[in-house]
């Protein structure tokens, strides 16, 4: 068997099975430890509500690049090229005039 790596520490139970699922939608195998700890999170500091997921070796650097697409949303706004809009990066869509993002 092979070993299991931590691949990334989400914020929460929510973001980590988020990530959980776009990952085992691409054909990953992840594994979550410290979900159960929400139940005492007026107790906990927030770092010990931090959620870990982890991934065999194996699929480690390929798992990575996923998740570095997932970091890297919502840092770079964009401007629409029809109306001059700017835009958040989530948005695929011009919000003002609706216009596609340019790649």
Sequence with gaps: MS????????????EANLLKGMLQAEGFDIQLR????????GELPLSVQQVDLFIVE???QDA????????????????????GE???SNFELCWQCGQPKSE
């Design 3 to 14: 070993a299991l790596m931590r691949l990334y520490q989400a914020a929460n139970a929510l």
């Design 34 to 41: 410290g979900e159960n700890l929400a139940g005492a999170a």
């Design 58 to 60: 194996k699929d480690y």
């Design 64 to 83: 990575l690049r996923l998740l570095s697409r997932y970091e890297g949303n919502g840092k770079t706004e964009w401007f629409c090229h029809q109306c």
């Design 86 to 88: 700017k835009n958040g």
